[in-house]
């Protein structure tokens, strides 16, 4: 008799975001009339960029011709778009990445979930709190987390690094000493970030106590201060503890699309084992590439008319940001992030717990945001709002608001 995976079968509950679909849908049921404005999900809403769609097209036409007809992509991705990512996100920089240090992938959510196959099981690993679900759901699948334990919604193995108002949303040094150690800067859920400096210093302390850092890069384009990194490759000695995961999701819309990549640095070692070769031996048996067409849209990323169309989106985004962050302020929450993020992050009035603010946020005034709870224990008191709206929308839910 068959036996399944154990692991999957500790998971709790049912996924944040089924959840909120699950309420919305059952109040416009019943409240057929109701307009909901929903600045929860974390998708893009705007199309695909029209130097990509060009280039799109090109390659789709490219496939029609037996001479331009393209099968399997080569393992890393193609080395028009590594050498492009090498120059555009890193050279530029300052950073010494190489094209074939870079691995193209369908994704973040992916890579972020796949990346812990090649880690022994018995490795810590630890996460912000609130965190992105997917780093440590795919731990439970792994069987690396221990035992779930429902009231305090946390894992017995899994080292929380709780990021608050108190400590600005700057994880400080976990007591016992993690093996992985996830950081997604900027960061999702509470759209906040960290100085070069304070990235330094996570840098140093992984290579003094033989970490890794997962570092989890996906709102790099959002980043609008001057003293925040783009990239942990900034930080001397980042080459020997960090894997860095990049997507085309946020800065170009590719969430349907799908394009995203991994930079291992081959002085990254566990021992003498490279974490680059395990790597790409992993991606050569179970992955066969992100399509031709849709690495070629992304080369259009990195051309001028590309970069020029992608930054007028980003900012059409963190307009919405500043129009939300001012909103709420000026309506009194208290609010967090939007600056170098299109998430926003508030404090729920009169000590409300983050689903009681959802339910009083859907009825009252019919905007659909993410209880705070769902991303961790910490979270628990905060909501979150996205920018990836209409600017009209996000407009007219903050006139809502302020009607409070
Ligand atoms: C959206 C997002 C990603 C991107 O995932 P893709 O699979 O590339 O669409 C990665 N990490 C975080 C934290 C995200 O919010």
């Known amino acids: ?136 759901d795919t731990n439970v699948m792994a069987g690396r987390t221990g035992e779930y334990d429902a009231a305090s919604g946390t894992w017995s193995k899994v080292i929380y690094m709780p990021c608050t108002a108190e400590n600005n949303f700057v994880p400080e040094f976990p007591k016992e000493n993690p093996d992985i150690i996830y950081l997604c800067i900027p960061n999702n859920p509470t759209g906040t970030t960290i100085t070069k400096a304070q990235l330094q210093d996570w840098v140093d302390y992984a290579n003094r106590i033989g970490a890794v850092i997962i570092y989890d890069a996906a709102y790099e384009a959002y980043i609008s201060e001057e003293d925040v990194p783009h990239t942990i490759f900034e930080c001397e000695g980042a080459r020997t503890c960090a894997i860095e995961l990049r997507s085309f999701s946020k800065n170009a819309g590719f969430t349907g699309t799908r394009l995203g990549f991994t930079v291992i640095p081959k002085e990254l070692k566990a021992g003498d084992v490279s974490l680059h070769a ?94 705070g709870s769902g991303f961790g224990p910490s979270g628990e008191g905060y909501f979150r709002l996205t920018a990836f709206g209409s600017y009209e929308n996000t407009l007219r839910a903050m006139e809502r608001i302020r009607s409070l």
Not at 67 to 75: K, M, V
């Open 278 to 371: 395990l790597w790409a031996r992993r991606h050569g048996t179970k992955y066969n590439g992100a399509p031709y067409i849709i690495q070629k849209a992304g080369l259009a990323c990195y051309t001028p008319e590309g970069k020029a169309q992608l930054q007028e989106q980003v900012a059409y985004y963190m307009k919405n940001a500043k129009t939300i962050k001012e909103g709420l302020s000026q309506a009194g929450f208290t609010v967090f992030g939007g600056v170098n993020a299109p998430y926003i992050w508030l404090k729920t009035p009169d000590k409300m717990t983050s689903w009681d603010f959802f339910d009083y946020l859907l009825e009252t005034v019919n905007i659909v945001g993410t209880p």
């Open 1 to 136: 008799m068959f036996k399944v995976n154990a692991n999957y079968l500790k998971l709790p509950g049912s996924y944040l975001f089924s959840n909120i679909a699950k309420k919305v849908a059952a109040y416009q049921d019943a409240n057929p009339d109701k307009e909901i404005i929903k600045l929860g999900i974390g998708d893009v809403t705007l199309p695909l960029a029209p130097k990509i769609i060009d280039s799109l097209h090109d390659a789709v036409d490219e496939m029609s011709r037996a001479e331009t007809f393209r099968g399997y992509a080569p393992d890393l991705g193609y080395e028009f778009l590594r050498n492009a990512i090498a120059d555009g996100d890193y050279k530029s920089r300052g950073c010494d990445i190489q094209p074939d240090e870079i691995f193209i992938s369908d994704g973040a959510k992916c890579d972020s979930g796949n990346i812990q196959e090649i880690f022994s099981v018995d490795n810590r690993i630890a996460v912000c709190d609130p965190v992105y679900p997917v780093y440590v």
